[in-house]
């Protein structure tokens, strides 16, 4: 499955952003889909993760109740909202996936789980 992340950009502290990763070359509905980060000089880290059915949801600590993730298996798309933004946030936002139907175990916190990539969309919060 190919993924193309997009929506990043230049935002104030409080602000609000909202990315999409549209999906292309599988069937969408049966991946798990996660949202990570990499600020310049650090690791990648989780940031959140929606089930292939959209009915479990988990968020890193440091975004629960700011950020909020989606998908609509229809359009083949996955969401993040981004509210009340900070200087923290700012990063490259990479969305990712793995095949979980039929269903598998993975660490959704780790990178190492995912096997599909989009190639980053950079979000920057102004302070």
């Known amino acids: 499955v190919q993924l193309q992340a997009s929506g990043g950009g230049l935002v104030q502290a409080g602000g609000s952003l909202s990315l999409s990763c549209a999906a292309s070359?599988?069937?969408?509905?049966?991946?798990?889909m996660g949202w990570f980060r990499q600020a310049p000089g650090k690791e990648r880290e989780f940031v959140a993760h929606?089930?292939?059915?959209?009915?479990?949801?988990y968020y890193a600590d440091s975004v629960k109740g700011r950020f909020a993730i989606s998908r609509d298996n229809a359009k083949n798309t996955v969401y993040l909202q981004l509210n009340s933004l900070n200087a923290e946030d700012t990063a490259v936002y990479y969305c990712?996936?793995?095949?979980?139907?039929?269903?598998?175990?993975?660490?959704?916190?780790?990178?190492?789980?995912?096997?599909?990539w989009g190639q980053g969309t950079q979000v920057t919060v102004s302070s």
């Open positions: 929606i089930s292939w059915s959209g009915s479990r949801l």
């Open positions: 990712a996936a793995y095949r979980s139907v039929p269903p598998v175990i993975r660490a959704y916190a780790n990178p190492g789980a995912y096997d599909y």
């Open positions: 070359g599988g069937t969408f509905s049966s991946y798990a």
